[in-house]
């Protein structure tokens, strides 16, 4: 079984990558996700979003990990900007909680609880099934290929090859917004990504601390095969299951994350 410990051959395949989402005056339309920005082409924004786009990827990404206390002087050296964009982005972050302000301690990346995981999960598990549902009922052929191909693992003998975090992170996600989209409702697809998100972080964590990944995959290509045999009740069935399991591999792997970096949770919580 495959786990975050073990290092695996490189995949030969390259997850597409998911542009920002941009209204008619090309300004990014919604709050960008991390999907959107780990294949986004950020020069083409101005200064202060590219600076608070490349916080919120480090931050979701766990290259800044929870808890981290923010050297402003630093950051803004290491990223090129003054002080003034520097403020506009982490402002940003913490009215999307990511960041948290306090007057003595400036700014910090938020930490972390179990709680937060559990909730997100608890967000998924009523979301998700019936995305799995409607896309049972709605998918295209084209889709339910597109979803096919989300599942695939590149390996022989169903190995999952997913040598680094981030090639995780695209696989999992690739498939879960493929099925999103299958579903064919704007609102309920942007809800899954936002709550994918979310949880962007809280892997990033796990990562390393023995999260497996194997049934994972797994547990993906039986609900695809759902959705192409349009079993409704199947698929949703499938998915509550997954989210639930997905929540007790994480959480396993958390409570080590936690272990060794305590103050990555909120101080009194561990
Ligand atoms: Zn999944």
Not at 27 to 54: C, D
Not at 201 to 229: D, F, N, P, Q, T
């Amino acid at each position: 079984m495959l786990t975050s410990h073990q290092s695996a051959a490189a995949s030969p395949r390259r997850a597409r990558s998911v542009a920002v989402a941009l209204n008619q005056a090309g300004a990014p339309k919604h709050e960008p996700s991390f999907s959107e920005l780990a294949g986004a082409k950020l020069p083409s924004f101005s200064k202060p979003f590219r600076v608070y786009a490349t916080l919120k990827e480090q931050v979701l990404a766990g290259t800044l990990p929870p808890g981290t206390k923010i050297n402003e002087r630093a950051l803004g050296a290491q990223l090129g900007v003054s002080r003034t964009p520097l403020r506009e982005a982490l402002n940003r972050l913490a009215h999307e909680r990511l960041v948290r302000l306090s007057p003595y301690e400036g700014y910090t990346v938020a930490p972390l609880t179990r709680q937060d995981f559990v909730e997100l999960c608890e967000l998924r598990v009523i979301l998700e099934p019936a995305v799995a549902a409607l896309a049972a009922r709605q998918a295209s052929d084209e889709e339910i290929a597109a979803l096919r191909e989300a599942t695939r693992t590149g390996g022989d003998a169903g190995e999952v090859l997913c040598s680094s975090f981030e090639q995780y992170l695209r696989r999992q996600a690739e498939f879960h917004l493929a099925l999103a989209h299958a579903a064919h409702n704007e609102r309920l697809e942007v809800l899954v990504m936002n709550a994918y998100d979310q949880q962007q972080r809280i892997l990033a964590c796990a990562w390393g601390h023995g999260l497996e990944l194997s049934s994972a995959h797994a547990e993906h290509g039986e609900i695809a095969e759902a959705v192409a045999r349009h079993d409704a009740a199947e698929a949703a069935a499938l998915m509550s299951a997954h989210v639930r399991r997905h929540e007790g591999r994480v959480l396993g792997a958390l409570e080590h994350y936690f272990r060794a970096n305590p103050a990555a949770q909120p101080e009194g919580s561990s």
